[in-house]
């Protein structure tokens, strides 16, 4: 059985940095492409940043970009989001999701091309 979980979130003041990560249990993502959502309280879920299983296709949702990192490491089978100059736009619980690809720079921006998903982390930002 597939299984996300991510960790990392917590309360942080505005400009403050935090790290997420995505660990897999049940299968490696080594093949598989993966990525960031969050949902604010009140909105729907919105797309952050995807990975393609290479690494080497990224992209950012336009909000995030410049602030915001996403890696991984297939060894590891973690996702990491780095989160740099947080304010409190960015409070909301954030999910990973993953999906196997046959395609190594393949990434998807919409939730609906994901097959699995973890239980989210909350991150609050406020002062």
């Known amino acids: 059985q597939v299984q996300l979980v991510e960790s990392g979130g917590r309360l942080v003041t505005p400009g403050a940095s935090l790290r997420l990560s995505c660990t897999c249990s049940?299968?490696?993502?080594?093949?598989?492409?993966m990525g960031w959502f969050r949902q604010a309280a009140g909105r729907e879920r919105e797309f952050v940043a995807a990975?393609?299983?290479?690494?080497?296709?990224?992209n950012y949702a336009p909000s995030v970009e410049g602030r915001f990192t996403i890696s991984r490491d297939n060894i590891k089978n973690t996702l990491y989001l780095q989160m740099n100059s947080l304010f409190s736009g960015d409070t909301a619980v954030y999910y990973c999701?993953?999906?196997?690809?046959?395609?190594?720079?393949?990434?998807?921006?919409?939730?609906?091309?994901?097959?699995?998903w973890g239980q989210g982390t909350q991150v609050t930002v406020s002062s």
């Open positions: 999701a993953n999906r196997q690809v046959y395609n190594r720079d393949w990434t998807a921006l919409r939730a609906d091309q994901y097959d699995y």
């Open positions: 049940g299968r490696s993502l080594s093949s598989d492409a």
């Open positions: 990975i393609s299983w290479s690494g080497d296709m990224i």
